[in-house]
Each structure stands twice: as structure tokens, then as C-alpha cells.
């Protein structure tokens, strides 16, 4: 069993619409979780950290189940520019240490 | 701020070739982080430093891949030789003490013939 597993996708949905991915890692004793967005041929920047009280960062809002080691990402209000690859990462402090294959998302006009 | 700053962008070689990537990080960030990421693939964590040291280097494939980042400061990475299915992107990240954001570098896209 991978440590961080994402449904790869892709995900086509047209501007305007909510959706929702979803991540589960193997390792009880993670300690911090992110979400990272990769665009094509750059690097990754973080989206968003994962706390246990779930955040929301204007449209995107985040989620966190320990017990069911389960992290989701929410986007409402989809836009062209949102169109991207999506990683799931557990790590360390604030030390990414292991990434999902990313889900890739694709927002048509 | 400037970012982190990684040279070369590109790379082509033959297999059992040596290849040295080089990793600026944004000033005043004491942690630095090599990740290797193949194709489909997310980033995986080679090496950490605090500043000089080596905290984690446990998935550094360490019979032909080396670093260093000897004033804590620049990083190198070194593949020797270097074998067919080291063809990916080689990124570097770095943060600082107190911040809570990883900063990744544009990656040097390693192509071994």
C-alpha cells in the first residue's frame, strides 16, 4: 500500500462548478499535511496547510480526518486558472516528506 | 524576495556520465531539501539539511548519489555514474526557522541517453 494515495484523474469540470478531491496516507504517526499545487513542467507551491479543524482559503477549503486518515480539498467557484495538478502530502513539521502522485484537475470554459 | 535559484534548468548526458546540480536557497532560509520527481510521479525527499547537516539522508541512494552543502549555505548534488533511470526533475527547496512554507526551486530536468 502506497504511503499517500489520490485518485490521478483527470477531473474536467466546467467554471463555476465545486470539486472535490480526496486523499489517504497509511502512516498514523503523520504529524502535518498540505496541499500542494503543481502546474505543468513548474515546481510545487503550497496551497494550503491541513489542520485537524479543517481552514478554508477563499474558495478552497481543506479537511482533515485522523482517524480515518483521510485529507480532502474542496474548490468552489472553479476557475481556468485553477486548472492544475493537486498533491496530497503528509510530512513533518513543516517539512513535506511524502507526496501523493498528485490528482490532475482541468476547469473548461 | 529572490527564490530559490537551481542551475543548470536542463541537463543531457550519456549513462555512467557524472552530473553535479547546484542549489541556491532563498537567503536566511537554514533548511535545505533535494527532491527527486519522476514523470506522474510527486516529488520524493532525497536529503535535508539544517544548515551544514545532513538531518535526513535516509532515502539517498548513497552508492552513486552524493551532496553537500558545505557553509550551509549552496547545495550540490551529485549523480556518479549516472544510470538511465536517473532521467527526471531534481528540485530543491528550502525554508526558514520560523516560517511554514516550503519554497521550491524551478528543478534541473535531468535526461540520461
Known amino acids: 500500500r502506497k504511503e499517500v494515495e489520490q485518485d490521478p484523474g483527470p477531473f474536467n469540470v466546467p467554471e463555476g462548478a465545486t470539486v472535490a478531491f480526496n486523499c489517504t496516507y497509511s502512516n498514523s504517526a503523520s504529524q502535518s499535511f498540505f496541499w500542494y499545487r503543481q502546474d505543468c513542467r513548474k515546481e510545487p507551491k503550497l496551497l494550503m496547510s491541513v489542520y485537524s479543524s479543517g481552514n478554508e482559503d477563499g474558495r478552497f477549503t481543506a479537511q482533515l480526518n485522523r482517524a480515518s486518515q483521510y485529507i480532502s480539498l474542496l474548490i468552489r467557484d472553479s476557475k481556468l486558472s485553477d486548472s492544475a495538478t493537486y498533491l496530497c502530502?503528509?510530512?513533518?513539521?513543516?517539512?513535506?516528506?511524502?507526496f501523493g502522485k498528485g490528482t490532475r484537475l482541468s476547469v473548461i470554459a | 524576495e529572490a527564490g530559490v535559484v537551481q542551475s543548470p534548468r536542463y541537463k543531457i548526458i550519456e549513462k555512467k556520465q557524472p552530473v553535479a546540480f547546484w542549489c541556491n536557497p532563498i537567503?536566511?532560509?537554514?533548511?535545505l531539501y533535494w527532491y527527486l520527481q519522476n514523470l506522474g510521479q510527486g516529488p520524493e525527499l532525497l536529503i535535508r539539511?539544517?544548515?551544514?547537516?545532513?538531518?535526513?539522508d535516509s532515502q539517498l541512494p548513497k552508492d552513486r548519489f552524493s551532496a553537500e552543502r558545505l557553509k550551509g549555505v549552496d547545495s550540490t548534488l551529485k549523480i556518479q555514474p549516472a544510470e538511465l533511470g536517473d532521467s527526471a526533475v531534481y528540485l530543491c527547496a528550502s525554508s526558514s526557522p520560523t516560517g511554514t512554507r516550503v519554497v521550491f526551486g524551478p528543478g534541473t530536468r535531468l535526461t540520461v541517453l
Open positions: 537567503s536566511g532560509h537554514n533548511t
Open positions: 502530502v503528509v510530512g513533518q513539521g513543516n517539512t513535506p516528506l511524502v
Open positions: 539539511y539544517e544548515n551544514e547537516e545532513a538531518v535526513d
